[in-house]
């Protein structure tokens, strides 16, 4: 017997349902056919993809349907999931809500599967430009730095079409702290 939590790991297993929750996150609500404009996939298959994420709890209807618009928004209540730390074995920062937890195991999960894969990707697929750099920064230019960098993929995710795909774009900023703060 399926357990609810490993149900919802079932859920998210697929690319597209990972790139949907982004979306709904980033736009508040979606239908099918905008998903579909917005990733370069078909209404029919957002559609199916957002049905089963609202199957298992992740999104729900925004608003009463007129005829086959359907707009989709994130669950208020969240899927049904264990309480206590995620994948990586971390619990959520006080104030930090599931969703971004869940976020950040699904970048963590399609980064690994795409490593695993990498080499069964077409050659011109291959490439991957993961970097890492430390910064030093005020908050202020924190927050300055992460506006910039939401403005330059705000205008590349608006782009669609031929010889383009879904390509997953992590950026984490955050204080390093000390390596004597175990905790």
Same mark, same amino acid.
């Given at each position: 017997?399926?357990?609810?939590?490993? !149900?919802?790991?079932?859920?998210? @297993?697929?690319?597209?349902?990972?790139?949907?929750?982004?979306?709904?996150?980033?736009?508040?609500?979606?239908?099918?056919?905008?998903?579909?404009?917005?990733?370069?996939?078909?209404?029919?298959?957002?559609? #199916?993809?957002?049905?089963?994420?609202?199957?298992?709890?992740?999104?729900?209807?925004?608003?009463?349907?007129?005829?086959?618009?359907?707009?989709?928004?994130?669950?208020?209540?969240?899927?049904?999931?264990?309480?206590?730390?995620?994948?990586?074995?971390?619990?959520?920062?006080?104030?930090?809500?599931? #969703?971004? @937890?869940?976020?950040?195991?699904? !970048?963590?999960?399609?980064?690994?599967?795409?490593?695993?894969?990498?080499?069964?990707?077409?050659?011109?697929?291959?490439?991957? !430009?993961? #970097?890492?750099?430390?910064?030093?920064?005020?908050?202020?230019?924190?927050?300055?730095?992460?506006?910039?960098?939401?403005?330059?993929?705000?205008?590349?995710?608006?782009?669609?079409?031929?010889?383009?795909?879904?390509?997953?774009?992590?950026?984490?900023?955050?204080?390093?702290?000390?390596?004597?703060?175990?905790?």
């Amino acid at each position: 017997m399926t357990t609810p939590a490993a !149900e919802g790991g079932i859920a998210l @297993a697929h690319p597209l349902r990972t790139a949907l929750l982004g979306l709904l996150r980033e736009h508040g609500t979606l239908t099918s056919t905008e998903a579909a404009r917005l990733l370069g996939q078909s209404s029919g298959l957002c559609s #199916f993809h957002l049905r089963q994420l609202a199957r298992y709890g992740y999104i729900e209807e925004a608003a009463q349907p007129r005829g086959r618009v359907r707009p989709w928004r994130l669950a208020l209540a969240g899927p049904a999931t264990p309480a206590g730390p995620t994948a990586g074995g971390h619990s959520p920062a006080p104030g930090d809500d599931e #969703f971004g @937890a869940l976020a950040r195991e699904l !970048e963590d999960e399609g980064y690994r599967r795409w490593l695993a894969h990498r080499q069964d990707a077409e050659p011109a697929w291959r490439r991957d !430009e993961a #970097f890492s750099v430390v910064l030093h920064l005020s908050p202020g230019e924190l927050a300055e730095a992460a506006a910039e960098i939401r403005a330059v993929l705000d205008r590349r995710q608006r782009r669609g079409g031929r010889g383009r795909r879904p390509v997953g774009a992590v950026i984490r900023l955050f204080p390093l702290l000390p390596a004597d703060q175990s905790g």
